[in-house]
């Protein structure tokens, strides 16, 4: 397996063949990658670059960009030790859509544009992705999140922040302990799956889309439409199904809620 190497200490372009995967690792800053129909390789621009130089290591066809050797827990150790500022970056990557892409930040801004399958992690940074498609992994302990445009599954945890997802969406798994849930299916009947501790979730459909609803919690309301549905128990349990529609396919909503509301709406 062939093996190539930079250090880069200042800012600089450089291009790397031959690459199927992406793992870029950053601190403090900002993490951007987008991808180019017409890019036969990967091109990664240090934009920015702290006192500490960036790591560049090809093994085959993975592509590691960021602190040799840091992990997560690394990274948070070392904040707390006061050495972000000598970790800050900004880089961004240029890749074929076909490039796998794995992004992971402490407290950079993690922004992701295009890509076909993409796994994004951060501690308190900021995930923003737009135009991507395939299975998308958004993690994040206490940075907002926002996907606008996405095409396919999403997979969502996070701590507190907010959430807006957007786009041509099919399964959708969100779990969150406090903070607002948006989720826009345009296009589309999703399946999606809640679950919170608090905060209130909102689903928006396409008008006239049949949905089978189903919410469980200790308190809190389910909206359909902007009228409160009844609840089943005394804690909330509510069960909706409409009637089925000639040439609609369903879509399916459950959440599992200690308190908040759930409220979906067509239109």
């Given at each position: 397996?062939?093996?190539?190497?930079?250090?880069?200490?200042?800012?600089?372009?450089?291009?790397?063949?031959?690459?199927?995967?992406?793992?870029?690792?950053?601190?403090?800053?900002?993490?951007?990658?987008?991808?180019?129909?017409?890019?036969?390789?990967?091109?990664?621009?240090?934009?920015?670059?702290?006192?500490?130089?960036?790591?560049?290591?090809?093994?085959?066809?993975?592509?590691?960009?960021?602190?040799?050797?840091?992990?997560?827990?690394?990274?948070?150790?070392?904040?707390?030790?006061?050495?972000?500022?000598?970790?800050?970056?900004?880089?961004?990557?240029?890749?074929?859509?076909?490039?796998?892409?794995?992004?992971?930040?402490?407290?950079?801004?993690?922004?992701?544009?295009?890509?076909?399958?993409?796994?994004?992690?951060?501690?308190?940074?900021?995930?923003?992705?737009?135009?991507?498609?395939?299975?998308?992994?958004?993690?994040?302990?206490?940075?907002?999140?926002?996907?606008?445009?996405?095409?396919?599954?999403?997979?969502?945890?996070?701590?507190s922040g907010s959430l807006a997802v957007e786009g041509t969406l099919g399964r959708v798994t969100v779990s969150t302990v406090s903070g607002p849930v948006a989720i826009t299916a345009r296009g589309s009947v999703?399946?999606?799956?809640?679950?919170?501790?608090?905060?209130?979730?909102?689903?928006?459909?396409?008008?006239?889309?049949?949905?089978?609803?189903?919410?469980?919690?200790?308190?809190?309301?389910?909206?359909?439409?902007?009228?409160?549905?009844?609840?089943?128990?005394?804690?909330?349990?509510?069960?909706?199904?409409?009637?089925?529609?000639?040439?609609?396919?369903?879509?399916?909503?459950?959440?599992?809620?200690?308190?908040?509301?759930?409220?979906?709406?067509?239109?």
């Amino acid at each position: 397996m062939s093996t190539e190497s930079w250090v880069v200490a200042a800012p600089q372009k450089i291009d790397v063949a031959g690459v199927t995967e992406v793992r870029l690792r950053l601190v403090e800053g900002r993490a951007e990658t987008v991808t180019d129909d017409a890019a036969s390789g990967v091109r990664v621009e240090v934009v920015e670059v702290g006192s500490r130089p960036l790591q560049l290591v090809r093994e085959g066809g993975v592509l590691r960009v960021g602190y040799d050797g840091v992990r997560i827990q690394g990274w948070v150790d070392r904040l707390r030790g006061g050495s972000q500022d000598a970790e800050r970056a900004v880089v961004r990557v240029v890749a074929p859509p076909s490039v796998r892409l794995d992004v992971g930040t402490v407290g950079a801004v993690a922004d992701v544009t295009g890509a076909e399958g993409a796994r994004v992690k951060t501690v308190t940074g900021a995930i923003r992705t737009s135009g991507t498609s395939g299975a998308l992994s958004l993690r994040t302990i206490s940075g907002d999140v926002a996907a606008t445009g996405h095409v396919g599954d999403v997979s969502v945890s996070i701590v507190s922040g907010s959430l807006a997802v957007e786009g041509t969406l099919g399964r959708v798994t969100v779990s969150t302990v406090s903070g607002p849930v948006a989720i826009t299916a345009r296009g589309s009947v999703p399946l999606v799956d809640l679950k919170s501790v608090s905060g209130p979730a909102q689903v928006r459909l396409d008008v006239g889309t049949p949905v089978n609803l189903r919410v469980r919690g200790v308190s809190g309301q389910a909206i359909l439409d902007g009228a409160a549905l009844p609840s089943q128990g005394r804690t909330l349990a509510v069960d909706h199904a409409d009637a089925p529609v000639e040439g609609r396919a369903p879509a399916y909503v459950s959440a599992a809620v200690t308190t908040g509301t759930v409220s979906v709406s067509r239109g």
